[in-house]
């Protein structure tokens, strides 16, 4: 293997190359490129941006459905809204594009899940604060809101249904000792009622709750690869634990190390792993994609089971703060940036960051480059 510093359009990237990896395959983060920046309207954004995620309707796969982009916020009481990723990816203008709806989401909305025609919102870290059922279609009126209670709340700030919505997992954010826990709840009430809808499944791992090996599990990301549920999180508090990246398979319970040191000491200014991203799984190619607090990406080729990391274990590529600041043409990347969201076909990229909470950065491929064609320095 390899190292290659790329440089094309002003734009340098670190490629991690051996020699059966030079393709023509135009993903994204070979060859980025600022396509435009959306412009969210004042009620559809609030100051600290976090855990963007895609949604859709889909009731065989909700982990692959990318029909819409929520943007969501971690400050009290502010609003999230919903895009529609197709037009995100077809406009080539701010002007093109607007928030199909927002709303005043009352506590953190730090993340969503959505299976069926149900976006649900977690309570964000606060205490007794229900789960929050909205409909994806709030253009037809907004007055069809429900509160979800489960026996067990985690008050978390991230959650995901798995892929044929009959579980949903969730981390859980108050209190020190439960910030490596990743709990699982059947689904054994309806989505579109008020009521108690998630029941804690008691007969998986400890009582419905597993311990997974890192201190904080900030953020991660349910994928339905090889006909199983694979759950991917990295380390949210690396002045305690390494920066390492792990892979659930939820039902087995087995947890794999798949990454040991994803940003090593003196790379970035602050490792917390924020985001983690996967990639390629209807081609059968799937890369996972981790973002620091302060870090930029790396991009990692998986094994087509998804368990493992090809490449000998090494990225395939980096895209540092600074690659991200001149990409986006904005400092703001030197910020906490804890948005992002990358198409299955890895042709789009979606950005925030803190100091620059009003934009959506739409970063795409550059029309007909390959990689033989960057020029290396």
């Known amino acids: 293997m390899k190292n290659m510093f790329l440089v094309y359009a002003g734009i340098s990237v670190i490629f991690f190359l051996s020699a059966t990896d030079v393709s023509a395959q135009e993903y994204w983060w070979k060859a980025p490129i600022l396509k435009y920046v959306e412009e969210m ?29 929520y943007t969501q916020d971690s400050n009290m009481s502010v609003n999230f809204s919903q895009y529609v990723v ?62 979800l209670e489960a026996n067990v709340s985690p008050d978390c700030d991230t959650l995901h249904f798995n892929h044929d919505g009959t579980l949903l997992y969730t981390n859980h954010y108050v209190g020190s000792a439960n910030r490596s826990k990743l709990h699982r709840y059947r689904v ?22 597993f311990n997974t090996a890192i201190v904080r599990l900030r953020n991660f990301i349910v994928k339905y690869i090889g006909g199983k549920d694979l759950i991917y999180y990295g380390e949210g508090s690396t002045l305690e634990g390494l920066c390492s990246v792990y892979v659930l398979d939820a039902d087995a319970g087995i947890e794999r190390l798949l990454i040991e040191d994803v940003f090593v000491p003196g790379e970035v200014v602050d490792a917390d792993i924020v985001n983690i991203k996967i990639a390629g799984v209807a081609a059968g190619d799937p890369h996972l994609y981790v973002m620091g ?62 100091n620059a909470n009003a934009n959506i950065f739409v970063v795409t491929v550059e029309p007909g480059v390959a990689v033989s064609d960057w020029i290396v320095k």
């Open 86 to 147: 197709e037009e995100l990816r077809n406009a080539n203008s701010a002007d093109e594009v607007a928030h199909r709806w927002a709303i005043d989401h009352i506590g953190r909305p730090k993340g969503c899940t959505q299976f069926s025609n149900r976006v649900v919102i977690g309570n964000g870290g606060e205490e007794g604060q229900p789960f929050t059922s909205y409909p994806d279609d709030m253009t037809i009126g907004s007055g069809r809101e429900y509160l």
């Open 41 to 69: 309207a004042e009620e559809a954004h609030s100051t600290s941006p976090h855990y963007w995620t895609f949604g859709g309707p889909s009731r065989t796969d909700s982990t692959l459905d990318q029909t819409y982009l």
């Open 188 to 209: 054994t009430g309806s989505l579109e009622a008020d009521g108690q809808a998630f029941t804690l499944d008691s007969g998986w791992q400890n009582n419905g709750t």
């Open 293 to 354: 607090n302060i870090a930029g990406v790396k991009v990692y080729k998986l094994t087509p089971d998804g368990m493992g990391v090809e490449n000998g274990g090494n990225p395939v590529a980096f895209l540092s703060t600074d690659d991200l600041n001149r990409i986006n043409q904005t400092e703001a990347f030197s910020s906490h940036a804890r948005a992002f969201e990358v198409t299955d076909d890895q042709q789009f990229a979606f950005f925030s960051a803190h």
